[in-house]
T-cell receptor, first 112, second 115 residues
Framework: DAGVTQSPTHLIKTRGQQVTLRCSPKSGHDTVSWYQQALGQGPQFIFQYYEEEERQRGNFPDRFSGHQFPNYSSELNVNALLLGDSALYLC???????????FGPGTRLTVL | AQSVTQLGSHVSVSEGALVLLRCNYSSSVPPYLFWYVQYPNQGLQLLLKYTSAATLVKGINGFEAEFKKSETSFHLTKPSAHMSDAAEYFCAVSDLKAAGNKLTFGGGTRVLVKP
C-alpha cells in the first residue's frame, strides 16, 4: 500500500521565480492538505483540497495556489518566490472530514 | 481560533529514563488531538490520537498520552527512553469543521537521548 508521495525531494530557486510541487495521496484517500514548515518551527496549514476545490485556507498570500486533479493528486504553486518561502513543504492526505492525516516525506525548497 | 503550546523546545533524557513532553491546547469545540514524530529529513509520522473515546491513548513505539479536559492538556509519555526515540515531536489539534480537518501544530519539542 503506497503512502503519500511527493516530488521533487529538493528544489533550489531564486527570488522572483515560480515553483510547482507535486503530491500523490495515500491509496483510497480523497483529500489533500499542504503545510509549510520553516526551519525550527511546527508545520503551518496552507490549504486543503477536496473534489478539486479549495475547502479551507490558512493565512497565506495569494502567491500560494493549488490544484487537485480527478485522480486526487495535487499541486502546490508558489509565485514570485521570496527568501522567506524557503521551507519544507509537507503534503498530507486523508478521507474527507475524517480525523487522521498521513504525511509525505516533504519537498525541501531553498530560495536564493 | 485553535492553538497549541508545547512547553520546552528541547528535552534531554537518559536512555531508560521517563520521557515526558507537554502539550496544552486551546479550542472552542471538543478537540481532536494528535502527536506526530519527525525524524531528521523526514515527514511526520502519527504516534497517537485522541478522538473523544478513552482519555488515555496508547500509540506506537510504547508512547501514550492522557487527555485532561480540565487542564486542557494532552501530555505525551514513554516509561523508558530508547536511543531511537531521538527526534522532534509535534502536538496538533483539529476540530473537524464542516469545511475540513486542518491541523494546528505546536512549535515542537526536540528530544535528545543520552546513553
Amino acid at each position: 500500500d503506497a503512502g503519500v508521495t511527493q516530488s521533487p525531494t529538493h528544489l533550489i530557486k531564486t527570488r522572483g521565480q515560480q515553483v510547482t510541487l507535486r503530491c500523490s495521496p495515500k491509496s483510497g484517500h480523497d483529500t489533500v492538505s499542504w503545510y509549510q514548515q520553516a526551519l525550527g518551527q511546527g508545520p503551518q496549514f496552507i490549504f486543503q483540497y477536496y473534489e478539486e476545490e479549495e475547502r479551507q485556507r490558512g493565512n497565506f498570500p495569494d502567491r500560494f495556489s493549488g490544484h487537485q486533479f480527478p485522480n486526487y493528486s495535487s499541486e502546490l504553486n508558489v509565485n514570485a518566490l521570496l527568501l522567506g518561502d524557503s521551507a519544507l513543504y509537507l503534503c498530507a492526505s486523508s478521507l474527507y472530514l475524517t480525523d487522521t492525516q498521513y504525511f509525505g516525506p516533504g519537498t525541501r525548497l531553498t530560495v536564493l | 481560533a485553535q492553538s497549541v503550546t508545547q512547553l520546552g523546545s528541547h528535552v534531554s533524557v537518559s536512555e531508560g529514563a521517563l520521557v515526558l513532553l507537554r502539550c496544552n491546547y486551546s479550542s472552542s469545540v471538543p478537540p481532536y488531538l494528535f502527536w506526530y514524530v519527525q525524524y531528521p529529513n523526514q515527514g511526520l509520522q502519527l504516534l497517537l490520537k485522541y478522538t473523544s473515546a478513552a482519555t488515555l491513548v496508547k500509540g506506537i513505539n510504547g508512547f501514550e498520552a492522557e487527555f485532561k479536559k480540565s487542564e486542557t492538556s494532552f501530555h505525551l509519555t514513554k516509561p523508558s527512553a530508547h536511543m531511537s526515540d531521538a527526534a522532534e515531536y509535534f502536538c496538533a489539534v483539529s476540530d473537524l469543521k464542516a469545511a475540513g480537518n486542518k491541523l494546528t501544530f505546536g512549535g515542537g519539542t526536540r528530544v535528545l537521548v543520552k546513553p
